[in-house]
């Protein structure tokens, strides 16, 4: 059972690896997805719990994936994990790296670079999408979400007043 379990582990997350485009956070909808939907590893309630967690330590966003795999089969699913978020892409990028700098400046790489950007951004686009839905918030979450998203985009306020304001806004609706 455990040998499966840390096989499912590995075909879930080295195939990701390689969609970590724009970072971690670009593969958290399918990470969700496959942790709760497919796999059955975990609740959203948990899910969500992990997420957290990823977000308040420092490192990669990727640390996600070691979580996971430890929800899912202890020490050994984390290290698994782990090792299959973060060595499949690092080895593509360190083979691809050499080739890349050879070609700086090419037309071919700047177009490539300019439609990897939008991938990425829908990417996390759709992470904020299933965090929104796997916390329940309802409309309130969404609606603090894209006030939010307003507030930073339109101003130079500090990220810790929309965090603030999100704070109060559930200690005053949500009880």
């Known amino acids: 059972m455990l040998l499966y379990r840390l096989w499912q582990i ?12 724009g970072g971690g956070q670009s593969i958290i ?12 590893w975990m609740t959203d309630a948990q899910f969500l719990d992990l997420y957290a967690l990823s977000r308040l330590t ?5 640390l996600l994936a070691t979580l996971v795999g430890w929800q899912a089969a202890g020490w050994a699913g984390a290290l698994l994990a782990s090792a299959g978020i973060f060595l499949p892409s690092s080895l593509l990028v360190y ?6 700098a050879r070609h ?4 071919w790489q700047r177009v490539v670079e300019t439609g990897l950007a939008p991938v990425a951004a829908g990417m ?3 992470a ?4 929104l839905r796997a916390a329940e918030g309802g409309w309130l979450a969404w609606a603090v979400a894209a006030g939010s998203t307003a507030l930073l985009l339109l101003t130079r306020v500090s990220p810790f007043l929309p ?3 999100g704070a109060a806004v559930f200690l005053l609706f949500w009880s």
């Open 104 to 107: 700086r400046g090419a037309a």
């Open 163 to 165: 965090l603030g304001i």
């Open 29 to 40: 909808a399918d990470v969700h997805r496959q942790a709760v939907a497919v796999q059955g």
């Open 58 to 62: 420092p490192g990669p966003g990727s």
């Open 124 to 126: 996390i686009l759709a």
């Open 95 to 100: 083979s691809l790296a050499r080739v890349w």
């Open 10 to 21: 590995l075909k879930v997350f080295v195939p990701l690896s390689f969609l970590t485009i």
């Open 128 to 131: 904020s999408a299933t965090v």
